[in-house]
C-alpha cells in the first residue's frame, strides 16, 4: 500500500509477481457480484443508548460499540479499532481487554492505517476466537471478502455511517499548524467534544502540553 499526495493508500502491484489471477477484482466490495449472501433480505433497525451514561457521553454516538465489544470480550473474543499510533497518526488496532479497547471509543474523521490488521483477523478467527471489527464501510466490506465464507461465523462488523474520510496528511498537517500556533505539543484530541459542546455540535477539541484547549 502507497500513499498519494493527500496520504490516503492505495494498492500497488508488483507486475513482475502479479499472476493476473484477477482475484483482487473478484472480491471488490465496488464490483456488481460482490458477495451478498449473508445480508437479511430486509434490514432489521434498531435504536440503541448505552445504560451507563459516561459510556455515552465518553462516545460518539449511543456507545453501542462498547456494549457490544464488551459482550465480545466477556466471550474471550478480540476487537479491533481505530486508535492511534506515535503522533496521533489513526491506525487500526487488535484489543483483547476493556482497558485497550476504549482507545477506540470516540470517531476519528481520517482514513486509518490497516497495516497487518486483515491478516492478523484471518489468524485469529483460524484460532477459534470471536473477532468484532468496527470501521467505515469500505473496511468492512473489503475484510468481509477477505476473509470468506467458511470463516465468517465467528466474524462480527460494525461500520459507522460514512460521508468520506480525510486524508491523513491534511490531519497531519492541521496537527502541525496547531501546535506552531500555540507554541506546544498536542497530548490530547477529541474529534467531536460531546461533553462539552453536547450531541448537536460537531467540534474538535485539543489540549497542548503547555496548557491550553483548543
Wanted: charged share 25%; proline share 3%.
Amino acid at each position: 500500500m502507497k500513499p498519494d499526495a493527500l496520504g490516503f493508500f492505495y494498492p500497488e502491484v508488483d507486475k513482475e509477481k502479479c499472476v493476473d489471477c484477477g482475484l483482487c477484482e473478484k472480491v471488490c466490495a465496488f464490483n456488481d457480484h460482490y458477495d451478498t449472501s449473508f445480508n437479511f433480505d430486509k434490514p432489521l433497525a434498531y435504536a440503541t443508548r448505552h445504560k451507563d451514561m459516561n459510556e455515552v457521553e465518553t462516545s460518539r454516538s449511543g456507545a453501542a460499540f462498547i456494549a457490544i465489544s464488551d459482550y465480545i470480550l466477556e466471550q474471550g473474543g478480540v476487537v479491533y479499532g481505530a486508535g492511534y499510533k506515535d503522533h496521533f497518526r489513526v491506525v487500526h488496532k487488535r484489543a483483547v481487554t476493556k482497558a485497550e479497547r476504549d482507545e477506540f471509543k470516540g470517531s476519528k474523521y481520517v482514513q486509518s492505517d490497516m497495516n497487518t490488521v486483515f491478516r492478523q483477523i484471518k489468524k485469529d478467527l483460524r484460532d477459534g476466537l470471536i473477532v468484532l471489527f468496527s470501521g467505515t464501510p469500505c473496511q468492512t466490506s473489503g475484510l468481509n471478502s477477505y476473509v470468506g465464507k467458511r470463516l465468517r461465523t465467528n466474524l462480527f462488523l460494525i461500520d459507522i455511517v460514512c460521508h468520506g474520510v480525510p486524508g491523513p496528511y491534511l490531519w497531519r498537517d492541521y496537527l502541525a499548524y496547531l501546535e506552531k500556533k500555540q507554541g506546544s505539543p498536542i497530548c490530547w484530541v477529541n474529534f467531536r467534544d460531546k461533553q462539552k459542546f453536547g450531541w448537536a455540535a460537531h467540534y474538535e477539541t485539543f489540549k497542548f502540553v503547555k496548557g491550553g484547549v483548543k
